[in-house]
């Protein structure tokens, strides 16, 4: 545990002396979205690229950030040979019956921060909030520079919703 402190430290401290700038969200713009509802249940959609964002790491951030606010919530991930990401989220949507779904993509990568024989990647990722079932994004953000196993994101994300009405 402390090797892994130690190497989220350091990795930061190098990527602010390699030019990476701290992570900010930036919300992409959409055309019109209806007024926003609260979110009850929320499907959190990862994506398949452990080295871009840990899974882990990432799911239980945002369970521990949602719900305390009241809301449930249920991991899925992508495959790394998805071809429609809809007909994946069936039946997650079948079974939870999420009042939204939460989608994270890797946006792009900025480069890679090495530690001592250790190698974490910098990503940006866009996130996009959906109705449970809709193919158009009711909000979208983009958020990085991150290292893999960040741990801002969630609140990041959390916090933008709720100023958004969300939450």
């Known amino acids: 545990?402390?090797?892994?402190?130690?190497?989220?430290?350091?990795a930061g401290g190098m990527a602010s002396s390699c030019g990476t700038a701290p992570p900010a969200?930036?919300?992409?713009?959409?055309?019109?979205?209806?007024?926003?509802?609260?979110?009850?249940?929320?499907?959190?959609?990862l994506p398949a690229d452990d080295a871009a964002l840990d899974p882990l790491v990432t799911?239980?951030?945002?369970?521990?950030?949602?719900?305390?606010?009241?809301v449930a919530v249920q991991i899925g991930r992508s495959?790394?040979?998805?071809?429609?990401?809809?007909?994946d989220q069936k039946l997650f949507i079948a079974g939870f019956k999420p009042t939204?779904?939460?989608?994270?993509?890797?946006?792009?990568?900025?480069?890679?921060?090495g530690v001592i024989g250790d190698t974490l990647s910098v990503s940006v990722v866009r996130?996009?909030?959906?109705?449970?079932?809709?193919?158009?994004?009711l909000r979208a953000f983009?958020?990085?520079p991150i290292h893999v196993n960040d741990?801002?994101?969630?609140?990041?994300?959390?916090?933008e919703l709720k100023t958004q009405g969300y939450l």
């Open 1 to 10: 545990m402390l090797r892994r402190t130690l190497i989220l430290v350091v």
């Open 25 to 45: 969200l930036q919300t992409v713009a959409l055309r019109s979205a209806p007024p926003a509802k609260k979110i009850e249940r929320l499907l959190i959609w």
């Open 59 to 70: 799911a239980n951030t945002f369970k521990s950030q949602l719900e305390p606010l009241g």
């Open 79 to 87: 495959t790394a040979l998805e071809l429609s990401r809809a007909d």
């Open 100 to 113: 939204h779904r939460l989608e994270i993509d890797i946006a792009g990568r900025v480069g890679r921060a």
């Open 127 to 137: 996130v996009a909030l959906y109705d449970a079932t809709g193919a158009t994004p």
């Open 142 to 144: 983009t958020y990085g």
């Open 151 to 159: 741990r801002t994101l969630a609140g990041t994300v959390v916090n």
